[in-house]
């Protein structure tokens, strides 16, 4: 055979082109993580296939089906929550939608605390709607009415550690102990793993808006569940199945933002609690919502479930109602703007009546509490000083 015959003949410029950009194979490992922005994965042969499919070898196949960096985000979200494994979706919503296409069916009762984020109390009511789901609320004190509530049919139940928007601490270990066995479905956005692990308190699944305190820098759309392995396959399934997947990049940069949330929830913690007490003495400030201040009904809980503070939001009632709102958001809009949204980098306020619990009836927020002059303030790694200030010189426009 000549030495012509055994080299690789010259491809078409089109062919390079249509195969380029894989790096030839090295030995060291990079020091960030890669992303691995792929649609699916090459397959060797059909051997390999089943062998992947089955989990027999480390493998992936389809990224709505698994991708790495969806992988290694909800490894480590797991391990901070003390979870066994977890799945990452295109967002906190659609966290849920797979929890309770996995766990739920028609007919089935669900028990959900009266005070939740504004779109899980819609989708909650759709679902009752529209495909026969039985739902009770129940106040997350009134631990005689939960045990009431209680059916054969009972198959979930939802609560938040620290609820949307007004801050109430949910007596998890009491709630476990009337649940006796029923799964019981914990948001933890507000608390994250850094402050409390429901699943340690006898929780069965944690859910986090991965948008909020988890990537913390207001980039991330994603949402992501933890439990145990056998739920979390089940729930995966659904994922796939529905289409809440995540995408890789949203995974990576949720978890180069997950290296520094300890630091910062420990930040936003000290802060909001200064800010806190500041907002008490305002004589525009009607009341002030947070778990850490003495006179808040939750107080002795927080100290018990929450050691290591109680995180960077809370929320204060103007005594000018909606119109004092208006005033005070034109006044601080330079400097702590107004955004439906929550535990980015900087401070930001919310209204919760005009964006996650617009959906409800005037009536329905009222029985929540949510008035139409409280606003939810997320506060950031600033100065508390310097939002202090910023904050009194704007409420004092109200005047």
């Known amino acids: 055979m000549t030495s012509e015959s055994s080299e690789s003949p010259e491809l078409d ?65 797991a391990a901070l929550e003390h979870a066994e494994t977890g799945v990452v979706t295109a967002s906190g919503m659609g966290a849920l939608t797979a929890v309770l296409m996995a766990m ?33 609320y129940f106040e997350v004190d009134d631990l005689q009415a939960l045990r009431a509530a209680i059916t054969s049919e009972t198959r979930l139940c939802i609560v938040e550690s620290i609820s949307n928007p007004l801050l109430e601490v949910a007596d998890l270990p009491a709630i476990v102990e009337v649940l006796k066995g029923i799964p019981l479905l914990v948001d933890s956005t507000f608390a994250t793993p850094c402050l409390l692990r429901p699943i340690d308190h006898g929780a069965t699944l944690v859910w986090h808006s991965v948008s909020k305190y988890l990537n913390g820098h207001g980039d991330v759309m994603a949402g992501i569940v933890v439990g145990s392995t056998n739920l979390i396959r089940r729930i995966r399934a659904m994922s796939s199945l529905y ?76 005594t000018g109602g909606r119109s004092a709102v208006d005033v005070l958001f034109r006044r601080l809009a330079h400097v702590i703007p107004f955004s439906p949204t929550l535990a980015d980098a900087r401070t930001t306020v919310s209204y919760p009546a005009g964006t996650s619990h617009k959906f409800m009836t005037a009536s329905a927020r009222a029985a929540c509490g949510i008035s139409d002059g409280l606003v939810r303030l997320s506060v950031g790694l600033e100065d508390a000083g310097d939002v202090n200030r910023e904050l009194g010189e704007a409420l004092a426009q109200l005047g």
């Open 13 to 77: 410029s089109s062919t390079l082109a249509a195969r380029a950009g894989y790096a030839p194979e090295f030995t060291t490992r990079s020091s960030a993580p890669p992303i691995y922005m792929t649609t699916a994965f090459d397959i060797e042969s059909l051997e390999q296939l089943d062998s992947v499919a089955g989990g027999r070898e480390k493998g992936y196949l389809y990224t709505r089906d698994g991708n790495p960096n969806h992988e290694a985000f909800a490894n480590d979200v």
């Open 104 to 136: 739920v069916k028609t007919g089935d009762h669900i028990l959900a605390a009266r005070v939740l984020y504004g779109r899980t109390s819609q989708l909650l009511d759709h679902l009752a709607a529209s495909f026969g789901l039985k739902i009770t």
């Open 243 to 318: 289409g809440v997947n995540a995408n890789p990049f949203e995974s990576w940069l949720a978890s180069r933002g997950l290296r520094t949330l300890p630091l910062r929830m420990q930040r936003v913690s000290e802060t909001a609690l200064k800010v806190a007490n500041f907002l008490k003495s305002n004589p525009q400030v009607s009341r002030v919502f947070y778990p850490g201040l003495e006179d808040h009904p939750h107080f002795a809980r927080a100290n018990r479930l929450l050691p290591n503070g109680c995180g960077g939001m809370l929320a204060f009632d103007l």
